[in-house]
């Protein structure tokens, strides 16, 4: 088993940055990829970025592509999301996840995190 727990959710201004992390648990050598999901109010919550474990390849949602970056410190155990420029559009519950034991499928999840862009 593997847990990941979040924090860095908040309010910012539009054009503001955050930085949310993601403390992963457990049997890590299960620990395939990580990711970040968000979802919306009325919307499905959406794969936005992504990275393996062990690898330096990341995968980005077309909507936060050159504002987003995804990143993992495999000496910690953390994941990050470094949101730049963000936009009222932005606004979701962020939910850290990982792929564990399997490849292709986010099966372990976070409590998800709040974050509210102003305008």
């Known amino acids: 088993q593997v847990q990941l727990v979040e924090s860095g959710g908040g309010l910012v201004q539009a054009g503001g940055s955050l930085k949310l992390s993601c403390a992963a648990s457990?049997?890590?050598?299960?620990?395939?990829?990580v990711g970040w999901f968000r979802q919306a109010p009325g919307k499905e919550r959406e794969l936005i970025a992504g990275i393996p474990w062990t690898s330096d390849i990341t995968y980005y949602h077309e909507s936060v592509k050159g504002r987003f970056i995804i990143s993992r410190d495999t000496a910690e155990n953390m994941v990050y999301l470094q949101m730049n420029n963000l936009e009222p559009e932005d606004t979701a519950v962020y939910y850290c996840?990982?792929?564990?034991?399997?490849?292709?499928?986010?099966?372990?999840w976070g409590q998800g995190a709040q974050v509210t862009v102003s305008s």
């Open positions: 996840a990982a792929q564990v034991h399997t490849v292709g499928r986010y099966n372990t």
């Open positions: 457990g049997h890590m050598e299960s620990l395939h990829v």
